[in-house]
């Protein structure tokens, strides 16, 4: 079965500088999606930045990119120029698609808080 | 374009009430997925609909709970009778049909069983 890691509950950064969110998943299958949602206190979970497993390339959103390893199974995200809206929780998921079925698994989020 | 839209936003009820939640996916999106956020126990999927028919309704806890897709623009999640350990945001996300598209969510609707 698949999983997903984040192992870390909170982060803090200061306003402008650069954080790193780590996540790590488990599977077997070789073609899978990547993403990392941000869930504000509004509470509405909005898409920060995807990741296709068969590119090789690193996603990247404005000040919003990715280190994808897939060897590794290792998907983190870096917000550089950190700025105090980015004060969230983040999560990272995993998607397959299989037998005509979508299955989403996500991480149980990093609460990150930019600091003025 | 309007998001996902979800009522009610916030829900008090008494044990042993009916609650219904109501979730309008995006329009054109033929995947419609039910979850619950607790600081306990995370996200969890409740259930997932494609092109209005339950395909993974394995997360669905108990008996208490239903979920119904009688058309692609109108889902509901119903609990009955409610308890507190029903108390939980409750979102609804769809999705279009790429298949690496990502899951659009509503705001959520908070729920209190007292």
């Known amino acids: 079965a698949q999983t997903v890691t984040q192992s870390q509950p909170e982060m803090s950064v200061q306003e402008a500088e650069t954080v790193t969110l780590s996540c790590t998943y488990d599977?077997?299958?070789?073609?899978?999606?990547l993403f990392w949602y941000k869930q504000p206190p509004s509470r509405q979970m909005i898409l920060v930045i995807r990741?296709?497993?068969?590119?090789?390339q690193n996603a990247t959103e404005n000040r919003f990119s990715v280190n994808f390893q897939k060897a590794a199974k290792s998907f983190s995200l870096k917000i550089s120029d950190s700025q105090l809206g980015d004060t969230a929780m983040y999560f990272c998921a995993f998607m397959k698609f299989a037998s005509g079925t979508y299955k989403y698994i996500f991480g149980t989020g990093t609460r990150l808080k930019v600091l003025a | 374009d309007a998001g996902v839209i979800q009522s009610p936003r916030h829900e008090v009820t008494e044990m042993g009430q009916e609650v219904t939640l109501r979730c309008k996916p995006i329009?054109?999106?033929?995947?419609l997925f039910w979850y619950r956020q607790t600081m306990m126990r995370g996200l969890e999927l409740l259930i997932y609909f494609n092109n209005n028919v339950p395909i993974d309704d394995s997360g669905m806890p108990e008996d208490r709970f239903s979920a119904k897709m009688p058309n692609a623009s109108f889902s509901t999640l119903k609990i009955q009778p409610s308890e507190p350990r029903d108390s939980a945001v409750y979102f609804c996300?769809?999705?279009?049909?790429?298949?690496?598209?990502?899951?659009?969510f509503g705001e959520g609707s908070r729920l209190t069983v007292l």
């Open positions: 599977t077997s299958e070789n073609n899978y999606y």
């Open positions: 329009s054109g999106h033929n995947s």
């Open positions: 990741q296709e497993a068969y590119k090789q």
């Open positions: 996300a769809s999705k279009d049909r790429a298949v690496g598209g990502e899951l659009f």
